[in-house]
């Protein structure tokens, strides 16, 4: 989310992120949604298993979910139901469950 405006004055930050909220990140977060609604596979693209772009997707939500953004609430994504479906799927996905468990191996 490079688009995401920041600031290090806190209410000038506020500002900018709710309007981030309401008009850019909205668009974006529909066109995503759209193309989760068209699509024939409980994956973004269609495909029939996990994509790069199904990862990319849940990263972004997950950093909304937990308040990576300040001003952007946690439950943002939540107007959009197939990405949450999406946020949920991924994680359950073998191939990411097996990534999460070498990651926490070495911490």
């Not at 309401?22 to 949604?33: F, V, Y």
């Not at 596979?41 to 939500?61: F, G």
């Not at 609430?73 to 799927?89: C, H, M």
Request: net charge negative; with cysteine; glycine share 2%.
């Amino acid at each position: 989310m490079t688009q995401c405006p920041f600031s290090d004055d806190n209410e000038e930050l506020k500002v900018k992120r709710e309007s981030f909220g309401a008009g850019p990140l909205k668009i974006w977060m529909q066109r995503l949604a759209d193309c989760a609604e068209e699509s024939s596979t409980d994956w973004i693209a269609s495909t029939e298993d996990i994509t790069i772009a199904d990862l990319v997707v849940w990263q972004l939500l997950t950093m909304i979910r937990t308040n990576d953004f300040s001003f952007i609430p946690g439950d943002y994504s939540d107007t959009w139901p197939k990405l949450v479906k999406l946020e949920q799927t991924v994680p359950a996905h073998a191939v990411v469950k097996a990534w999460q468990a070498h990651r926490a191996s070495k911490q």
